[in-house]
């Protein structure tokens, strides 16, 4: 342990600092009480409209490599072209909890080479649908984006993703299981941004997803993931107004856009979603649930007989039987060595390799609401799962990738200003990555030494993390990106993930401090021989062998006596 003795001046300075950092913070959160309150509003409804760019402006150029995952599937998709914007909008008389951020609708399609869709059945729940509605869907066609919107050529900025929680949505078209039908909901009153109260009657069409979106090196999850939308078919009720057109400018991360309004084209609902599990359906003569290895007395896939559990009778189980029989195994058997030499196969035949680092270093810069920021030095222990055996070409651009994430992050330090500290991985948002090949000059292996002779690889981590200082744990709700490119895997010495993006800081409760974490570098393999070398180095307080050597004593830096370990510091006022 490192111990500061302060005078009594330097201790009334720190008291002064931390009251000063409490007082900006507090107003900070007052400041941003709709904000911290979000998380736990109710998902607004939205109405949708068909909307064209005027004549005359630019055409609305297609976006690749967008990758869309949610409960459902993982797939790149491109994004089409503009269907339409929604609007926050009150039904019967219920409120509208965010007016602000709108939704802007995309046709997307799959690109090439991407997984075939598989059909599935859900129980979805509104107000409704109180006992829910079953429905058969396939694969996402519309992408629901947060955007900004005015009236008019005004263009606004593209929303903040800090100050709302509303998520992307992939949406699905619907149908009701065969032998089933949807009624008409009748008479829904609604009023929006456009339009007076309206009567419509509604028809299910679409259930829309929360979906985690990865676009240009960036990973944006979702907020709350069991918050839905089952869209319906909007239809004005016999005697309503027809839609008056309106000009709108919209904006978000796809760009901006200046768009006219047709008419209404559907209503979205918040709602709930149950996985229907579908029933064994063993004897059916097909090879068609996770649990079956064969169907039918005269399937091929069994050297024997099938048996009544559509199990084979000599074969099991295949996960240990020393061959790579299955499509849900990648190495066999068990605890053996994976191909190419790296990695272990797993006890369910699943090829990982896990990088421990025990000693990685750290550096953040914390900018705090008075103004004032420190650089903390911190180190500790770093674990992360390399998925070896499901390396693919992902995004279909000729580079594989495979996936990875940081199952634990220890860090310790100390902050000048406000004592101890401590970082984490946070345990309820996962930290993934990627590690993707620069070049692909051997398919099926990550051209990256030593599982290759030679190349460099991009490699990044979303980090979501838990920070406990001064008696409270603040956490991130927008990812740190940390990125590098790398020669080896794991990295080879001195390669430094590093991310200069600010972020914003939470409290327990969700409500901005006011602190924000500016720079960051982690170095999960520092260099061997850094107490010593005559410079304070991140992990370090001091350096011994530096002339004359030198102690950080909170934020001076003074002669002092460093211990041999860089890491205490003796003699401090």
């Not at 976006?63 to 269907?83: H, N």
């Not at 259930?207 to 990865?214: F, Q, R, T």
């Not at 399937?299 to 009778?313: F, R």
């Not at 070409?393 to 994430?405: A, I, L, P």
Request: glycine fraction near 8%.
């Amino acid at each position: 342990m490192v111990r500061f003795l302060c005078s009594s001046k330097k201790e009334k300075e720190m008291k002064l600092a931390m009251k000063l950092l409490v007082a900006v913070a507090l107003i900070v959160c007052a400041s941003a009480e709709a904000r911290a309150q979000a998380g736990t509003l109710p998902l607004d409804h939205f109405m949708c409209y068909k909307a064209k760019p005027p004549k005359g402006t630019p055409k609305f150029v297609p976006i690749s490599e967008v990758m869309l995952w949610d409960q459902f599937e993982r797939v790149t998709f491109e994004v089409k072209k503009p269907l339409g914007i929604c609007n926050p909008a009150q039904k019967f008389e219920e409120p509208v909890y965010d007016a602000k951020t709108h939704l802007k609708a995309y046709a997307i399609k799959a690109m090439r080479d991407s997984a075939k869709p598989t059909e599935r059945e859900s129980l979805v729940k509104d107000q409704f649908h109180r006992n829910g509605l079953r429905m058969l869907t396939k694969r996402a066609q519309i992408l629901l984006v947060p955007t900004s919107k005015d009236l008019g050529n005004v263009v606004p900025p593209p929303p903040d993703p800090a100050t709302h929680v509303v998520d992307h949505f992939m949406c699905y078209k619907a149908k009701p299981p065969k032998g089933m039908k949807w009624d008409k909901v009748t008479g829904v009153k609604v009023e929006d941004q456009f339009l007076q109260p309206k009567l419509y009657n509604l028809l299910p069409r679409w259930l829309c997803n929360p979906a985690d979106k990865y676009w240009q090196g960036k990973v944006e999850p979702r907020h709350i993931p069991q918050r839905h939308l089952l869209c319906y078919i909007a239809r004005p009720a016999k005697g309503q107004p027809k839609h008056e057109p309106r000009r709108v400018s919209v904006n978000n991360q796809f760009g901006s856009e200046v768009l006219d309004t047709v008419k209404e084209d559907i209503f979205c609902i918040p709602a709930e979603k149950e996985i229907i599990v579908p029933q064994p359906t063993c004897g059916d003569n097909a090879v068609n649930q996770a649990s079956e290895q064969c169907d039918g007395a005269d399937d091929n896939a069994c050297p024997g007989q099938c048996k009544p559990d559509c199990t084979c009778p000599t074969t099991e189980p295949f996960c240990g039987d020393g061959t790579v029989n299955q499509p849900s195994e990648e190495c066999d058997p068990p605890g053996s060595v994976c191909a190419g030499g790296f990695g272990i196969c797993s006890t369910d035949c699943k090829c990982n390799e896990t990088d421990i680092f025990s000693a990685t270093t750290a550096q953040v810069e914390v900018r705090f609401p008075n103004g004032a920021s420190e650089i903390i030095n911190m180190s500790g222990p770093t674990t992360v799962e390399v998925r070896l055996g499901g390396i693919s070409d992902m995004d279909g651009d000729g580079r594989e990738e495979v996936e990875t994430e940081m199952l634990q992050l220890e860090l310790t330090g100390t902050s000048p200003m406000l004592g101890p500290v401590n970082v984490r991985l946070n345990p309820t948002m996962p930290s993934r990555g990627m590690i993707k090949e620069q070049t692909n000059n051997t398919p099926g292996v990550l051209d990256l030494p030593p599982l290759a002779p030679s190349g460099l690889a991009d490699s990044f981590f979303d980090v979501f993390f838990d920070i406990e200082v001064a008696g409270q744990t603040l956490h991130n709700q927008q990812p740190k990106h940390m990125r590098t490119v790398i020669t080896h895997k794991p990295p080879a010495e001195g390669e430094t993930y590093e991310d200069p993006t600010p972020i914003e800081l939470y409290d327990e409760n969700g409500r901005p401090t006011g602190i924000t974490l500016v720079g960051a570098h982690h170095t999960p393999n520092p260099p061997h021989d850094l107490c010593g070398n005559g410079r304070v180095d991140p992990g370090e307080l001091c350096d011994w062998s530096a002339n004359p050597p030198t102690c950080a004593c909170s934020t001076l830096v003074v002669v002092g006596s460093c211990g041999n370990d860089c890491r205490t510091c003796y003699g401090c006022p």
